[in-house]
């Protein structure tokens, strides 16, 4: 699997994921994909929120590497009908498929290679029904979001239940030439205790080279939304969200 993450596989961090990310636009638009769905396999899906509230009238299991996030899902109201599977998006083969794949909170970003990119999007394809759907989102590199991961821009304060008030902030490097961002996640309780903070790497991809690699691993993008809203995707968007099903579909 990519490098070992302590922001997901640390319990320490992965307590903070939900309060510091939160959840949002991205689980109504996947209520939506989800509608006429019976099945839905969750890849990356962390502390369990989206999955969870796509059961339990549907059969949908969850995967994740990261046992500190999969803790936080099984523990979540309306787990009980979902199946969380410890697993790598990139290996994983469940011999089985589903009418909706989804890989949200820009956990294709985790993927640091070409290879590793490919190997999801195979993930995804060897898991997609005949007519199924599959949507991801990645953060568009022309919007350059990651100059605003600096201290200054970034510093927010959490009130977190188990330590009261948590100042937060993120500094960060960007490597023009690789597209990668290495990120410094911090978390301080004003009380006192102990400064956590660790450093994650994430890269960014143009669309050009999404829509390569779609079709190399046997996917078609129906459409690229640029954001969680459904808007259409254009060059300053936020976000690069392909909507689409196996390249072969039927539909
Ligand atoms: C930013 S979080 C997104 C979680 C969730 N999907 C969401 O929307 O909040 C990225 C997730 O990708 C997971 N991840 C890291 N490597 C992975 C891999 N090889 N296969 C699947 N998921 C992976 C992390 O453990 C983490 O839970």
């Not at 803790?71 to 083969?93: C, K, M, N, P, V």
Request: aromatic share 10%; with cysteine.
């Amino acid at each position: 699997m990519p490098a070992f993450d302590r922001l997901f596989d640390d319990a320490a961090f992965a307590g903070f994921y939900d309060l510091d990310n939160g959840w949002g636009d991205d689980l109504e638009y996947c209520a939506g994909l989800a509608r006429d769905a019976t099945s839905v396999l969750d890849l990356g899906c962390g502390t369990g929120a989206l999955a969870t509230s796509l059961g339990p009238t549907r059969r949908v299991t969850g995967v994740d590497p990261a046992a500190a996030m999969l803790d936080i899902a099984r523990a979540r109201a309306g787990a009980q009908s979902i199946r969380f599977i410890e697993g790598d998006a990139r290996t994983i083969r469940l011999g089985e498929t589903f009418d909706l794949v989804v890989m949200t909170g820009h956990a294709f970003q985790v993927f640091l290679t070409e290879d590793d990119q490919r190997a999801a999007l195979r993930t995804i394809a060897a898991h997609l029904a005949p007519e199924g759907r599959f949507v991801f989102d990645t953060r568009n590199p022309a919007a350059r979001e990651w100059l605003e991961w600096v201290p200054e821009a970034s510093l927010r304060v959490l009130d977190d239940p188990r330590f009261g008030k948590v100042r937060a902030w993120n500094d960060v490097t960007h490597d023009e030439s690789t597209g990668i961002v290495s990120y410094e996640t911090h978390y301080l309780a004003e009380a006192g205790g102990e400064h956590l903070s660790t450093t994650s790497s994430i890269l960014f991809t143009d669309k050009a080279k999404i829509e390569a690699m779609l079709l190399e691993c046997g996917l078609r993008a129906e459409r690229f939304a640029g954001d969680w809203q459904g808007g259409e995707w254009t060059p300053d968007a936020s976000e690069i969200i392909p909507i689409g099903t196996l390249a072969a579909a039927t539909v």
